[in-house]
C-alpha cells in the first residue's frame, strides 16, 4: 500500500536476497523506519514486542524466522529449536501456529542442504497468498459498503467503525477489516471510517488513521468508549473488524473491547462484521470464550503512554499512581450470535455458516474430533 505515493508491502527480503526487512510499526506513526532481520533471536523479538503484529503478518513474518534459522542450522535440532522459540512468541494469533507448521512440513521432508532455499519459497508463498486472499476479502466486503450507499440512493457517506488495526500493517499488503475499505474508496464510495484510538497500545490512533491517512481514506479519530454513543445517534453504518483467531463455531477472538463494540451494534440494530482469512480459523476449536488462549502483556502499556511532545521528541510518560496494580488482557472473545456476518476470501456468510464455505476444512475437524472422541 502507499506511504508518501511509494507502494510498500509490510515486510520483504533485502537487496541481499536472504535478510528481511520490516516496517518498525513501534514507532509510527510519528516516525517511519525499516529494520533488518537477520536471525532467529531478532525475528522473535520483533513478533514479541510488536515491531510486527496483526495475525497474518506474524505468520508471514515466523515463516521468515525459520528461513533465517535453517540458514544457519539446518539439522532437525535446530529446525525444532526455531519452531519452539517463534511458537512462544504470541499465544494467541492462530496464524503464527499455522506458518510455523506449514515450514516445518515442508522442509522436514528434505535433507538438511536443501531446507533453507525450500523454506524462503514457502514463505514467498505465504506472503503472496496473504496478500490475494486479503484482496479477494477486498472485493467481497466491499458489497456490504456499496449496499449502504445504494440503498441512500448514493447520497452522503458511509461510516464504518473500526477497531484496533486490521489493515495493510496487519498483513502483508491490503489488510483484512479495512480492505474492504480501501477497494470502496478506490471505487469512488465516499466512505469515512471511525476509527477507535484502541487503547493500551493505541493501534487504531496509531497505525490504522496513519494508513488510512496515507492512502487519502476520510477518517475519525475517537476514544475507544464513543461507538456505543455514535451508534445511537445513528451515525454508524456498519462495524468491521479484523480477528487474531475465530472458532469453526464463528467465535471472533479480536483485540479487547471488540466484544464491547458488537453489543453496543447488537443493541443498536446496526451491522458488526468481521475479516477473516482462513489461516485465522482454528478449526480445532468450537468454544471461543473457554478455549481460546488470551495473551496478557505487560502492565507497563496500561500504566504509561507514548507520544511525541511539543519539541519533535518522542518520550513515555507514566499516567497511572506510581504501585497501582493493572491488568492487561489484550483480547476478547465476541461470540458468533453476536456478529452479523464473516467476510472471508470466499464470500460472506454467517458466522454459524463458515464451515458451509470451507468444507474441506470443516470435514477433517469433525474426523478429527471423532477420533478423539473414541
Not at 528461513?67 to 535446530?78: G, P, T, V, W
Request: proline content about 4%.
Amino acid at each position: 500500500m502507499n506511504v508518501a505515493g511509494k507502494h510498500y508491502r509490510t515486510i520483504w527480503l533485502a537487496e541481499d536476497g536472504w535478510a528481511v526487512e520490516i516496517i518498525d510499526q513501534t514507532r509510527l506513526p510519528h516516525e517511519f523506519s525499516v529494520v533488518r532481520l537477520e536471525t532467529l533471536a531478532e525475528t522473535a523479538h520483533a513478533i514479541m514486542d510488536m515491531l510486527v503484529r496483526g495475525a497474518p503478518l506474524i505468520g508471514a513474518t515466523a515463516a521468515y524466522g525459520m528461513c533465517l534459522a535453517l540458514r544457519e542450522d539446518a539439522a532437525d535440532s535446530s529446525l525444532e529449536r526455531a519452531y519452539r522459540a517463534l511458537m512462544e512468541t504470541r499465544p494467541t494469533a492462530v496464524n503464527l501456529r499455522w506458518a510455523l507448521d506449514d515450514v516445518r512440513t515442508v522442509v522436514k521432508q528434505l535433507p538438511p542442504e536443501r531446507r533453507a532455499a525450500a523454506a524462503y519459497r514457502r514463505a514467498a508463498e505465504i506472503s503472496d497468498d496473504d496478500v490475494a486472499r486479503c484482496g479477494a476479502i477486498g472485493d467481497h466486503g466491499v458489497k456490504l459498503i456499496d449496499d449502504v450507499w445504494r440503498r441512500r440512493e448514493k447520497k452522503g457517506r458511509v461510516n464504518v467503525l473500526t477497531h484496533c488495526n486490521a489493515g495493510w500493517l496487519a498483513t502483508v499488503d491490503w489488510g483484512t477489516a479495512l480492505a474492504p475499505i480501501y477497494k470502496a474508496h478506490d471505487s469512488g464510495i465516499p466512505v469515512h471510517v471511525w476509527v477507535d484510538e484502541t487503547r493500551p497500545r493505541n493501534q487504531g490512533a496509531s497505525l490504522t488513521a496513519w494508513e488510512l491517512k496515507q492512502h487519502g481514506v476520510a477518517h475519525t479519530i475517537i476514544v475507544d468508549n464513543a461507538g456505543g454513543h455514535l451508534m445511537q445517534h445513528g451515525m454508524v453504518d456498519l462495524c468491521i473488524t479484523g480477528t487474531d483467531r475465530t472458532t469453526a463455531t464463528g467465535d471472533v477472538c479480536n483485540k479487547i473491547g471488540t466484544y464491547l463494540k458488537a453489543l453496543a451494534a447488537h443493541d443498536n440494530g446496526v451491522a458488526f462484521y468481521a475479516a477473516v482469512p482462513s489461516p485465522s480459523i482454528d478449526w480445532t476449536l468450537r468454544d471461543g470464550v473457554k478455549d481460546i488462549p488470551i495473551e496478557q502483556r505487560d502492565a507497563g502499556e496500561v500504566t504509561r503512554i507514548t507520544g511525541r511532545d511539543d519539541a519533535g521528541d518522542i518520550v513515555a510518560v507514566s499516567i497511572a499512581p506510581a504501585g497501582s496494580a493493572a491488568a492487561n488482557y489484550a483480547f476478547d472473545v465476541t461470540p458468533a450470535r453476536l456478529m452479523t456476518g464473516l467476510i472471508t476470501e470466499r464470500g460472506v456468510c454467517k458466522a454459524s455458516e463458515l464451515a458451509e464455505l470451507f468444507p474441506e476444512k470443516a470435514k477433517v475437524t469433525t474426523k478429527a474430533q471423532g477420533h478423539q472422541e473414541r
